[in-house]
């Protein structure tokens, strides 16, 4: 996570809601972020830079003084804590041990590591150390790509981006907040990160703390499926709508509703034209990921077949033919 601050739209931002009656909390400013937090953390990580702020938490470069002193040439750690406005909530140190606990149970080349859960004595604050990630988000990336990445890259990242997903669903980990923000394009290939609206499939992880969804909410309307919105629970179809609205702005440079959120297109019944640079054997499927009626959505299973099962047209002349003008 070693990057530029995301400088993304407010309709890219994530949205949080503790009560239907309570307002959502003030977006919190990059100053807000970086006076709530010591300078030392747990006697061990020292702040050095903020590295970016969103509506949950913010993410800072720390060092490992621990590590440090045991010689570790590169001692650097992601460190995230909430931001000041969402720490003020009673159990909001238990949402952030959800996202570390889900995160956690995770191991694949394309999903962050997280280090660990600590909480500060002094401050009382709770956080979480990952891996530090050098490199852009693929928000950023797409800023110079406004029409989209190249086909070969724009699969790439693609696949990368569904086998993180599927390996995730298998563990029994549900994202719940797929957006070109929370991938990561580095030194360290793709990194799919911040599970912090994640939850555990029913039945799985059971002994997981979970919050009351009726009374905390989330999205970020741009990526969040319909149902979402409308105050369903988050389900596997949810993440499969959002990493088809990634994959169609990885091939176009656009949204698929343009501005609008999936609410807003569904009244309008707004149709969904294919996404340029997308090969057309694959729209028909990337299509059914975009179903406004989770029912109607292909699985992730399917969606990553495709994308895994795609072979680029040969460009050479059959061999028959070869050998016969000879």
Known sequence: MDACLDNSEACDLTYFAFAASAAAPRAATVQQAIDVLPEVLAGRYQIERLLGVGGMGAVYRARDLLREQYGEPEPYVALKA???????????????????????????????????????????????????????????????????????????????????????HGEGVLHGDIKPSNLMLGDEGVRLFDFGLGQAEEQRLPGLPRLCRSRFAAWTPRYAAPELLEGAALSPAADVYAVACVIYELCSGQHPLRRLSAKQAKAVELPLSAATGLPKSLWPTLRAALAYEASERCSLPALLAAFSDYQAPSSRLPRWLTRQSG
């Open 82 to 168: 909430l931001t000041e406005d969402f720490a003020e909530y009673p159990d909001a140190n238990a949402l952030l041990y959800t996202e570390f606990a889900l995160t956690s149970r995770l191991s694949h080349r394309h999903v962050i590591r997280v280090f660990s859960f600590e909480v500060d004595s002094g401050s009382q604050r709770a956080f979480i150390t990952l891996e530090l990630l050098k490199g852009c988000t693929l928000a950023q990336l797409l800023l110079s790509h406004p029409q989209g990445l190249p086909w070969q890259q724009a699969h790439e990242v693609s696949l990368a981006l569904l086998e993180a997903l599927s390996y995730a």
